[in-house]
């Protein structure tokens, strides 16, 4: 029967999650095999929690990392660890350089922090790390390789996989509720419904359609052959018509360009003899005939009756 759950303080909660990343990181890499560092990291905050209640909270870091390396499993020296690059030396390392290397690198501790982690002054932790780094062909340290190493461990310790972090998580919330637990795998999701096996073998017949169909409009179709069988296209002249009027003729007069001219018959007539006129013309311009007289309407005065008196005789005029 497990005891009665109690709420975590929340600092405890906040500490526990800030470093059970790197924490997971560091074991793994320290021991060589992820479930390995799991149970060690679930372990340590196990340990951890009945001790950090007595700690001031500026003394948690050191202790926690300490309580993690005192794992049985991150002191002893692994014949393999997991390679992040060609030249990160760190199947070459012993436990104690290798974790100095990591807690550099992983826990972000520095000199006096790593030191007191592992119990060690910091001129020897200085030591141990010197003789963790990478190193070139001639012995000397290799920056390039020590800023590779750092970026790769930085990098696995933001793209932990999501069923190890929900593991982890799982693991700490039960740890501070205090319960005894241990990191287990992962129940697998409720599987969902299975596919019909028919649906695959209908969508791939459907897809088939799909694409023969495409290839019938590339595919020039067959002329129908005629009696005699000539397959030739026949060409036959439609017969000659007028074009069918829009209008009728009384509303085709209107919009005819002359229709000013049209309306006025005398124009009309005068017009075919438009040669005549322009003859006429031309010879009064040049004076060698006069100008026709102008027509008079009948029962229009004419200039020789408009100048007569009342009573038919002449008027005269008198000069002034």
């Not at 372990?43 to 007595?54: H, L, Q, V, Y």
């Not at 309580?67 to 020296?77: D, F, H, I, V």
């Not at 461990?153 to 793209?159: C, D, L, S, Y």
């Not at 100008?291 to 408009?306: H, I």
Request: glycine share 8%.
């Amino acid at each position: 029967m497990n005891p009665p759950s109690v709420s975590p303080p929340a600092a405890l909660s906040a500490f526990l999650r800030g470093v059970e990343r790197r924490g997971a990181v560091l074991a793994e890499l320290q021991t060589g095999d992820a479930e390995a560092g799991d149970a060690a990291l679930v372990a340590a905050m196990t340990g951890f929690r009945a001790e950090a209640e007595a700690l001031p909270m500026s003394a948690w870091p050191q202790r926690f990392w300490a309580r993690l390396l005192a794992e049985p499993g991150l002191r002893r020296r692994t014949p393999v660890a997991l390679a992040l690059d060609p030249t990160d030396r760190l199947a070459e390392l012993g436990a104690g350089p290798r974790a100095a290397l990591l807690l550099r690198l992983a826990a972000g501790l520095d000199d006096g922090e790593a030191a007191a982690a592992l119990g060690v002054t910091p001129a020897s932790y200085r030591l141990a790390l010197q003789r963790a780094l990478p190193r070139q062909a001639d012995g000397r340290a290799d920056p390039e390789a020590w800023q590779r190493l750092r970026e790769q461990i930085h990098r696995r310790i933001k793209t932990l996989p999501p069923p190890r972090l929900l593991r982890l998580g799982r693991a700490r919330e039960a740890l501070l509720r205090g319960e005894a637990v241990a990191p287990g795998p992962v129940a697998d999701a409720a599987p969902g419904p299975r596919r019909p096996r028919w649906l695959l073998p209908l969508l791939w017949a459907l897809l088939a359609l799909c694409a023969l169909a495409l290839a019938a409009t590339f595919v020039r179709p067959p002329r129908p052959a005629d009696a005699g069988g000539d397959a030739a296209v026949r060409l036959q002249r439609l017969p000659e018509e007028p074009p069918a009027a829009g209008y009728a003729a009384e509303s085709a007069l209107l919009t005819h360009r002359d229709f000013d001219l049209l309306a006025d018959p005398a124009g009309e007539a005068g017009s075919a003899d438009l040669a005549f006129f322009s003859w006429l013309a031309a010879q009064h311009a040049a004076g060698a005939v006069a100008p026709p007289p102008l027509p008079v309407e009948p029962g229009a005065a004419t200039p020789a009756t408009a100048a007569a008196g009342p009573d038919g005789g002449a008027e005269t005029l008198d000069a002034p």
